[in-house]
């Protein structure tokens, strides 16, 4: 095959292109944490790839799994069962072993308050992206029947790029205010955005989030969360465009693109 090589972004943030390893090689990469792309094959129409899900099996090392790309395609009924039984089996171990190490502390002191304090916002963590994943059914399979599932592979890349906004701008039907349009720096502080869902549990995790990132000093939950590419790469963004924090940036950050679409849609926007 000529060409089909694998790009990637390496940390100084300039691209570098992998040779293709050769017959009965292999090449791994942890897709969710290195940016990457397949370059064009000019000797073949047709490219295989088998993405295969691996974790660490190590005891302690955090588990950043999420299921953005594979929820619009998938039977969500199985998916879900199998994933709760997927994380819940990680967490154990962990629990585990934390428990057999205090297990015999005889004075229990500042340090060892500072690591259960850390793991309780590990497990915390751990838990909300379990649940938060677990999009409802009743919302994901309507909006992947009107529109697709291509759309939700991109919407959050779109949004953080500013790319989603590059169209004619629509008026905002959410506050309905004159002059307000339906791009980031009026959606971050619209008056209307409570509208959405007031009840959701994710409005908690953005007002969490907000505080957060308004501390000066940073704290370990917030470089906790920053140690995945996705969540560093949307906040380092945010702080570039000096706005304040919006819904549409925590589930950016979460992967929630379902939510992201219904969100929009009720702004004013529409999708082919």
């Not at 791009?183 to 007002?207: M, Q, T």
């Not at 950016?252 to 009720?266: I, K």
Request: hydrophobic share 40%; charged share 25%; net charge negative.
């Amino acid at each position: 095959m000529i060409g089909g090589e694998t790009v990637i972004q390496r940390g100084d943030m300039e691209y570098v292109g992998l040779t293709q390893p050769g017959m009965g090689s292999v090449m791994m990469l942890q897709g969710g944490l290195v940016k990457h792309l397949a370059l064009p094959s000019s000797s073949s129409d047709d490219r295989i790839t088998i993405i295969t899900s691996f974790r660490a099996k190590a005891v302690g090392i955090y588990d950043s799994s999420f299921m953005s790309n594979i929820r619009p395609y998938s039977d969500l009924q199985e998916l879900y069962r199998q994933w709760i039984d997927y994380r819940l089996n990680r967490l154990e171990p962990g629990v585990k072993k934390l428990h057999d190490r205090l297990r015999f502390v005889q004075v229990f002191d500042e340090q060892d308050s500072q690591e259960v304090d850390e793991e309780r916002i590990v497990l915390k963590e751990y838990a909300k992206r379990t649940l938060r994943q677990m999009v409802p059914l009743e919302i994901v399979i309507p909006l992947t029947d009107r529109l697709g599932c291509q759309l939700f592979y991109h919407i959050r890349d779109s949004y953080v790029s500013g790319d989603l906004f590059k169209h004619p701008l629509t008026a905002c039907q959410l506050c309905k205010l004159p002059g307000a349009m339906v791009e980031k720096a009026h959606l971050s502080i619209c008056s209307g955005k409570f509208c959405w869902r007031p009840d959701i549990p994710v409005w908690s995790d953005y007002i969490e989030t907000y505080k957060l990132l308004l501390q000066l000093d940073e704290s370990f939950e917030l470089r906790k969360r920053m140690g995945e590419l996705q969540v560093k790469d949307i906040i380092t963004k945010w702080r570039a465009e000096s706005r304040p924090w919006g819904i549409l940036d925590e589930l950016a950050v979460q992967g929630l693109g379902e939510y992201m679409v219904e969100y929009l849609e009720l702004c004013g926007m529409r999708f082919p």
